[in-house]
């Protein structure tokens, strides 16, 4: 090639778009809800499962998945755990402050493709549950096109567990089977106790008709494979979203590669089938 | 346009042409080795230089670039750096590792500001003229270059054939005045010399063909080459950071002295760093040595190769110089694999 030849693009991929904290809302002792609108006014056009860059000027950039669904029209839910600088300098910003937000970036739960009328099995473990809350809300907002739906969470105590008001409002729904557990309950813990994979075979999963979207640390997936195997869920079925360091978001930087594949281009959200030989997966 | 002939002091003459015209950097001695640098004068040209310590990359994806800056208020604006420059001088390795680099930041998302810079660069190669001593380009298909510059020179006795393959390189030739046409003797030692490459540019023996290097990877996952190899390694990246193929790097933002206003610049980063594949939280995703050094070579021979259609090595033997522990050989680490297929 030479430089004549070369394809040129206007667009910078690496320029944030200026955005504005809304409002903060406090969940755990590390997590804080933002909700968060760009400057422009105009959508950000995600899909469940996608993150975003985004941008604490003067401090960085970090991989952050987007907790609300596409249907919420007046910017985006982001959870946030204080973890890394980043982070922090988030969780310090006000109410009216500004971001900056790139993407949105990668792939997605498949909510548009074969999950439409399958049953689905949404599998959260600690801090999972923000990512796949985005398909969790697609679904139940457009309930008709999906079949029997199971959200399994588990949690390591109950103080991490995220958006409260809501698990107790799916507990309550008809058309939503959930079920939860904790690593190590505390003294006013009623519910189940025990690692999240106790709940797969209790759940009543067809494995016929169901889809897994599941999100949670990468030993979570090592045990829950093994559940789902043990009721016949093929591999085909089931997603997962695997975290690396996505940096640039584009495929450039390199940081976050699993073996041959790109976290932030060929995923975050991989179906298992795709990821069965690629030792640094899972 | 047609091969022409230059002869030394025509060649001169053209080269304080250039360097009057443009901003010229080309290989010079440093020390008992060779730098590109900023030209002065032809003289300090030496197209007869074995290898550079780092390769010409650092022009097209310089070591820190600024991509934007920022107010802490939220404002954020573009930064397209780059300026017209002649690279002088590149060996055909060094072509062939700028062409796969143009593939590799334009192919699926397009990094503009990559191709900002590289649109204003000119690439006069010159045929290796001495091998360096851990030279392996021939085994690796770019002990010469059919493409991927806007002239080539090759020194044939006392004489240079020049041709121009662009416009760009049309107008820097321009400036050497009416030139002859290239003799058909001249011509059939050019010949003569492309094939003699392939024989001086392999100092070190491959023994595969580079078409195999993705498959025989695909087999050696396991191998014990990998840690024992390893158990030497300091991490300290000096393989991946005079490499002309590694295009890794990380994004930082340095805030100005007024503390309002800032700039957000990458810079070059590698997979043998320890903290390459480390996330908030203080997990490492390679946190052995022995990960991060297979991951290098998977990067690069495999990887690369599945997803832009290149093996990211083009035999320079940069890395194998640089490298204190002496693990860094392609040649020597692929030939370990072969040994037990």
């Given at each position: 090639?030479?430089?004549?030849?070369?394809?040129?693009?206007?667009?910078?991929?690496?320029?944030?778009?200026?955005?504005?904290?809304?409002?903060?809302?406090?969940?755990?002792?590390?997590?804080?809800?933002?909700?968060?609108?760009?400057?422009?006014?105009?959508?950000?056009?995600?899909?469940?499962?996608?993150?975003?860059?985004?941008?604490?000027?003067?401090?960085?950039?970090?991989?952050?998945?987007?907790?609300?669904?596409?249907?919420?029209?007046?910017?985006?839910?982001?959870?946030?755990?204080?973890?890394?600088?980043?982070?922090?300098?988030?969780?310090?910003?006000?109410?009216?402050?500004?971001?900056?937000?790139?993407?949105?970036?990668?792939?997605?739960y498949?909510?548009?493709?074969?999950?439409?009328?399958?049953?689905i099995v949404f599998i959260a473990g600690g801090?999972g549950l923000?990512p796949l809350r985005?398909a969790i809300?697609?679904?139940?907002?457009?309930?008709?096109?999906?079949?029997?739906v199971t959200v399994l969470y588990g949690t390591?105590?109950?103080?991490?567990?995220?958006?409260?008001?809501?698990?107790?409002?799916?507990?309550?729904?008809?058309?939503?089977t959930f079920m939860e557990t904790?690593?190590?309950?505390?003294?006013?813990?009623?519910?189940?106790?025990?690692v999240i994979t106790r709940l797969i075979p209790?759940a009543?999963i067809?494995?016929?008709?169901a889809v897994v979207a599941a999100c949670g640390p990468?030993?979570m997936y090592k045990f829950v494979m093994v559940s789902l195997?043990?009721i016949?869920v093929?591999?085909?079925s089931i997603y997962v979203s695997?975290?690396?360091?996505?940096?640039?978001?584009?495929?450039?930087?390199?940081?976050?590669?699993?073996?041959?594949?790109?976290?932030?281009?060929?995923?975050?959200?991989?179906?298992h089938?795709?990821?069965?030989?690629?030792?640094?997966?899972? | 346009?047609?091969?022409?002939?230059?002869?030394?002091?025509?060649?001169?003459?053209?080269?304080?042409?250039?360097?009057?015209?443009?901003?010229?950097?080309?290989?010079?001695?440093?020390?008992?080795?060779?730098?590109?640098?900023?030209?002065?004068?032809?003289?300090?040209?030496?197209?007869?230089?074995?290898?550079?310590?780092?390769?010409?990359?650092?022009?097209?994806?310089?070591?820190?670039?600024?991509?934007?800056?920022?107010?802490?208020?939220?404002?954020?604006?573009?930064?397209?750096?780059?300026?017209?420059?002649?690279?002088?001088?590149?060996?055909?390795?060094?072509?062939?590792?700028?062409?796969?680099?143009?593939?590799?930041?334009?192919?699926?998302?397009?990094?503009?500001?990559?191709?900002?810079?590289?649109?204003?660069?000119?690439?006069?190669?010159?045929?290796?003229?001495?091998?360096?001593?851990?030279?392996?380009?021939?085994?690796?298909?770019?002990?010469?270059?059919?493409?991927?510059?806007?002239?080539?020179?090759?020194?044939?006795?006392?004489?240079?054939?020049?041709?121009?393959?662009?416009?760009?390189?049309?107008?820097?030739?321009?400036?050497?005045?009416?030139?002859?046409?290239?003799?058909?003797?001249?011509?059939?030692?050019?010949?003569?010399?492309?094939?003699?490459?392939?024989?001086?540019?392999?100092?070190?023996?491959?023994?595969?063909?580079?078409?195999?290097?993705?498959?025989?990877?695909?087999?050696?996952?396991?191998?014990?080459?990998?840690?024992?190899?390893?158990?030497?390694?300091?991490?300290?990246?000096?393989?991946?950071?005079?490499?002309?193929?590694?295009?890794?790097?990380?994004?930082?933002?340095?805030?100005?002295?007024?503390?309002?206003?800032?700039?957000?610049?990458?810079?070059?980063?590698?997979?043998?760093?320890?903290?390459?594949?480390?996330?908030?939280?203080?997990?490492?995703?390679?946190?052995?040595?022995?990960?991060?050094?297979?991951?290098?070579?998977?990067?690069?021979?495999?990887?690369?190769?599945?997803?832009?259609?290149?093996?990211?090595?083009?035999?320079?033997?940069?890395?194998?110089?640089?490298?204190?522990?002496?693990?860094?050989?392609?040649?020597?680490?692929?030939?370990?694999?072969?040994?037990?297929?």
């Amino acid at each position: 090639m030479t430089a004549e030849a070369l394809i040129c693009s206007d667009k910078d991929l690496y320029l944030p778009q200026p955005a504005t904290v809304v409002s903060k809302t406090v969940l755990t002792a590390t997590e804080i809800l933002f909700h968060i609108r760009l400057d422009s006014g105009e959508e950000l056009k995600h899909m469940p499962g996608q993150f975003v860059e985004v941008t604490v000027p003067g401090v960085g950039e970090a991989p952050i998945s987007v907790s609300s669904s596409p249907d919420r029209k007046d910017g985006v839910e982001l959870v946030v755990r204080r973890a890394g600088r980043v982070t922090s300098a988030m969780h310090d910003r006000r109410c009216g402050e500004k971001l900056g937000i790139r993407g949105p970036f990668g792939t997605h739960y498949p909510v548009d493709g074969v999950m439409r009328g399958r049953d689905i099995v949404f599998i959260a473990g600690g801090i999972g549950l923000a990512p796949l809350r985005s398909a969790i809300h697609w679904v139940l907002n457009h309930r008709q096109d999906y079949g029997k739906v199971t959200v399994l969470y588990g949690t390591k105590s109950p103080a991490e567990r995220l958006f409260l008001d809501e698990l107790s409002d799916w507990s309550c729904r008809p058309d939503v089977t959930f079920m939860e557990t904790v690593d190590r309950a505390d003294a006013n813990w009623k519910g189940n106790v025990g690692v999240i994979t106790r709940l797969i075979p209790t759940a009543g999963i067809d494995a016929a008709r169901a889809v897994v979207a599941a999100c949670g640390p990468p030993i979570m997936y090592k045990f829950v494979m093994v559940s789902l195997y043990a009721i016949d869920v093929m591999d085909q079925s089931i997603y997962v979203s695997l975290e690396r360091r996505m940096k640039c978001g584009i495929g450039k930087c390199g940081h976050c590669q699993i073996n041959g594949l790109y976290a932030c281009t060929d995923g975050p959200v991989f179906n298992h089938a795709d990821i069965l030989g690629v030792q640094e997966a899972i | 346009m047609s091969p022409k002939k230059l002869s030394l002091p025509t060649m001169n003459d053209w080269v304080a042409a250039v360097i009057r015209e443009r901003r010229v950097f080309g290989p010079q001695a440093k020390g008992d080795r060779f730098a590109y640098d900023l030209l002065g004068c032809p003289a300090d040209l030496r197209l007869d230089h074995d290898v550079t310590i780092l390769p010409p990359k650092k022009y097209l994806m310089p070591p820190r670039e600024v991509l934007l800056t920022f107010t802490r208020s939220g404002k954020f604006e573009s930064v397209m750096e780059g300026e017209p420059l002649v690279l002088f001088g590149v060996h055909p390795y060094d072509v062939a590792a700028i062409a796969q680099m143009d593939r590799y930041f334009t192919q699926d998302n397009v990094d503009s500001h990559y191709v900002a810079r590289r649109k204003k660069v000119t690439i006069v190669a010159c045929d290796v003229q001495s091998a360096s001593e851990n030279v392996f380009a021939a085994c690796m298909g770019t002990a010469t270059v059919p493409d991927g510059f806007d002239v080539l020179l090759t020194l044939v006795g006392e004489t240079y054939v020049v041709e121009s393959r662009t416009a760009a390189g049309d107008a820097l030739l321009a400036l050497a005045g009416g030139l002859e046409d290239a003799d058909a003797v001249s011509l059939g030692r050019r010949e003569q010399l492309w094939m003699d490459a392939q024989k001086l540019l392999r100092r070190q023996n491959l023994r595969c063909q580079v078409e195999d290097l993705p498959g025989l990877l695909d087999r050696s996952y396991e191998h014990a080459a990998w840690r024992q190899k390893s158990e030497l390694c300091f991490s300290c990246g000096s393989c991946v950071m005079v490499c002309p193929s590694c295009f890794c790097f990380d994004v930082q933002d340095e805030v100005g002295w007024d503390l309002v206003s800032g700039e957000r610049r990458r810079q070059w980063d590698g997979c043998l760093l320890t903290q390459f594949a480390r996330v908030a939280g203080d997990h490492n995703f390679r946190k052995l040595r022995e990960e991060r050094y297979r991951h290098r070579f998977y990067r690069k021979g495999k990887y690369l190769h599945d997803r832009c259609g290149f093996v990211a090595c083009v035999g320079c033997g940069r890395c194998t110089t640089a490298c204190t522990s002496e693990i860094a050989s392609p040649v020597a680490l692929y030939n370990s694999l072969l040994e037990d297929q």
